[in-house]
């Protein structure tokens, strides 16, 4: 498989839970990162990786949000104490040079 | 700090005929990427078409191509011969200057229907 996954691919939650969501990227792109797209929105940046090295990340990504890269290979993204306004697709991507490929996603619903 | 517009949120096109999907963009950056994608209801971000700010020729890719106006910042995406399988929601991104991180700031989208 030469794409980019993630998973779970759906997850629902009760509000308080932490969730954990993985992506596994194309294995020779250096760089990671990681979209939240709420309905009827466009993607919006969250947080980029070079190699392991996290490099910027989003105002929208509050303390109850983290995200590593060990070794930089494949990448989580934890949500703790997660709230309803959290319910929104997450999507991964990774690049080597110009061109994103992104993940299916993985949609979070917060009960 | 880097702005997309889309100001169509839905389209109808027959199929066979051609589209044009609006896209207009605000940056300072002299240097920056254009981007369109498209995303079936299954969710997955589809690669479409680049064009660099840099470029001198309007790109294209198959039946697709991007009409590039800087002077008017726009980039609109031209579908040629619609088909069925192009009712989607697409979206234009923009990305900025190398060193920047080249993360992405996308627009809201538009919902294509194509329609026999």
């Known amino acids: 498989d030469t794409g980019v996954s993630q998973n779970p691919r759906h997850k629902i939650t009760k509000r308080g839970q932490n969730v954990t969501f993985r992506c596994d990227p194309i294995?020779?792109?250096?760089?990671l990162y990681w979209y939240r797209q709420t309905l009827g929105q466009g993607p919006e940046f969250l947080t980029y990786?070079?190699?392991?090295?996290?490099?910027?990340k989003s105002r929208l990504l509050s303390d109850r949000f983290s995200a590593e890269r060990p070794k930089g290979s494949f990448s989580t993204l934890e949500i703790q104490r997660t709230e309803q306004g959290d319910s929104a697709m997450y999507l991964c991507?990774?690049?080597?040079?110009?061109?994103?490929?992104f993940g299916p996603g993985t949609r979070l619903t917060v009960l | 700090a880097q702005k997309i517009t889309q100001t169509q949120p839905g389209m109808f096109v027959q199929e066979k005929e051609a589209v044009t999907l609006d896209c207009t963009y605000d940056?300072?950056?002299?240097?920056?990427?254009l981007f369109w994608y498209k995303q079936p209801s299954s969710g997955e971000m589809i690669f479409l078409i680049y064009?660099?700010?840099?470029?001198?020729q309007n790109a294209t890719e198959g039946r697709y191509s991007l009409n590039f106006q800087k002077a008017r910042k726009s980039a609109n995406l031209v579908i040629s011969a619609s088909q069925l399988g192009d009712s989607a929601m697409y979206f234009c991104?923009?990305?900025?200057?190398?060193?920047?991180?080249?993360?992405?700031?996308f627009g809201t989208g538009t919902q294509l229907k194509v329609e026999l």
């Open positions: 990786f070079q190699n392991e090295a996290q490099l910027e």
């Open positions: 064009q660099g700010s840099y470029d001198e």
């Open positions: 940056t300072s950056d002299q240097s920056y990427g």
């Open positions: 991104a923009m990305r900025g200057p190398p060193g920047g991180g080249n993360k992405l700031t």
């Open positions: 991507a990774s690049s080597l040079n110009r061109q994103r490929v």
């Open positions: 294995s020779e792109h250096n760089r």
